[in-house]
């Protein structure tokens, strides 16, 4: 069951300025190379982080890197190889090969097939309401235990230590905070991939924030999620 509220706005212009130009301006400097740079994620600077990576998927050039921070987390995207296998079986993105609908950044709120099943993702209006309780599973090693590494649904490189998820329907990326209600322990994720494709599962968490929630050992839980105004 979906349960829309709505969203608690509170901008902030002058960080979200100052994180966006920090964070822009040192990715068109490098965009030939290698980039790395760091942001710390302000109040109301979470749609920086969109339109920073954003322009990482869509620009081709080098190994792409930026680290940033919500809170105590630290969140690192890099952009993989389009040689990498997938973390899913995407049949199609937006009725594209799944690669080069990355290539070209349609991966956000495109509809995409799995399995011959069509899926239709919510716009960033709609998940801004998003709030659903449910069980969630975790994916880790056995995923990325390929050769070269594992891409994940919107480009970047699975890293099953990092806080990030995978959601059916949420557009790519998004923030959102995971409660397990079996203990009250709380984490902030970034959902860059699609799944679970198993009936009853509503959110994959990587095995470092299923660790963190305090199910890994157990495989699944009740949770409550919803996305991450900040």
Known sequence: MITKHPARL????????????????ALLLYACGTIRTTCKIAGGTVKTV???????????????????KIGRLTFKVLSAPLSWPMTTHLDSIDGLPPKEAI???????????????????????EAAHYREIGIASWYGEETRRQ????????????????????HKYLPLPTHVR????????????RVNDRGPFVK????????????RLGY???????????????
């Open 10 to 25: 509170t901008p902030r212009l002058s960080r979200l300025n100052q994180a966006a130009a920090m964070c822009l301006c």
């Open 50 to 68: 969109y339109k920073t990576t954003k322009f990482i998927a869509g620009t081709g050039f080098g190994t792409l890197k930026l680290t940033y």
């Open 103 to 125: 290539r070209q950044g349609k991966v956000k709120d495109s509809p995409y097939v799995v399995r011959g099943r069509r899926y239709q993702p919510m716009t960033v209006q």
């Open 147 to 166: 050769k070269g590494g594992t891409m994940t649904a919107d480009g970047e490189v699975f890293n099953p230590a990092l806080p990030t998820a995978a």
């Open 178 to 189: 995971v409660t397990n209600l079996q203990n009250g322990r709380s984490i902030i994720v």
């Open 200 to 211: 009853g599962r509503i959110i994959d968490l990587s095995a470092g924030a299923a660790r």
């Open 216 to 230: 890994y050992r157990k495989g699944t839980t009740r949770v409550l999620v919803q996305t991450v105004t900040i």
